[in-house]
């Protein structure tokens, strides 16, 4: 009688598992943490990839600035860049990951990846400069033209955690609040929001610039 050998995965040593590990995109990490506990060490205590998590702001277009002047931020910053209105016209905003046409056009969403992972680490890379001394935040319509300004404090904002529970409510308060009263929100269900270096004092502290931008839908016929 013929005899099969039962089919085993190939074993890596260890050694070789975190060095695959520390190859990987910082948003996998959150992933590849449960797949086992010897993982889920690693991707904690590993200063490589805790690195990987940070990249520098980009400085506004037009703004040139020495690469070692720019704060380094948790990569959060930039993957929470999508909202869509929930429920009617008059709901709240809930993050979310937009999908674009060839045209740049939204054609849908899908919720975020779980970011529970990152919550405890700090917003500005540690031992990095310049500090943040807080932000402003403009409300550009879908046709590009500027609506709103204001100026945001960010000394409670220091842990991913504590940037993404303001964000949704900095986004509601930017869409509704004008300096006669009343609204200036713009009637749209998606918004895209991203932050860059507005400028450098003197000192090494940083300002920031919020841009919370309407986006067009596919099928949208809004001029």
């Known amino acids: ?13 260890l050694e070789i598992q975190y060095q695959i590990l520390e190859s990987a995109d910082w948003l996998q990490q959150s992933t590849l943490r449960q797949v086992c506990k010897a993982w889920e060490s690693f991707i904690k205590d590993s200063s490589k990839l805790f690195g990987d998590r940070y990249t520098e702001l980009p400085p506004l277009i037009g703004l040139e600035l020495e690469r070692s002047c720019l704060p380094q931020l948790h990569c959060v910053v930039g993957y929470r860049s999508g909202f869509v209105r929930s429920g009617s016209l008059g709901g709240g905003f809930v993050p979310c990951v937009l999908h674009r046409d060839d045209a740049g ?58 940037y993404l529970q303001n ?36 000192d090494g502290v940083a300002g920031l610039i919020m841009v919370v931008q309407a986006e067009r839908e596919a099928d949208s016929m809004q001029e």
């Open 1 to 13: 009688m013929e005899t099969t050998a039962a089919t085993t995965a190939p074993y890596l040593p």
């Open 105 to 162: 056009k939204v054609i849908g969403s899908s919720p975020e990846t779980d970011l529970s992972l990152y919550f405890a680490d700090p917003l500005l890379k540690p031992k990095t400069v310049p500090k943040i001394q807080g932000l402003f935040a403009l409300l550009r319509s879908s046709k590009g033209r500027n609506k709103f300004y204001t100026k945001w404090g960010l000394r409670d904002v220091t842990t991913v955690e504590s």
């Open 167 to 202: 964000t949704s409510y900095m986004l509601d308060h930017v869409l509704d609040i004008s300096s006669d009263g009343g609204s200036i929100s713009e009637v749209a269900r998606y918004y895209k929001m991203w932050l860059s270096v507005a400028r450098i004092s003197h």
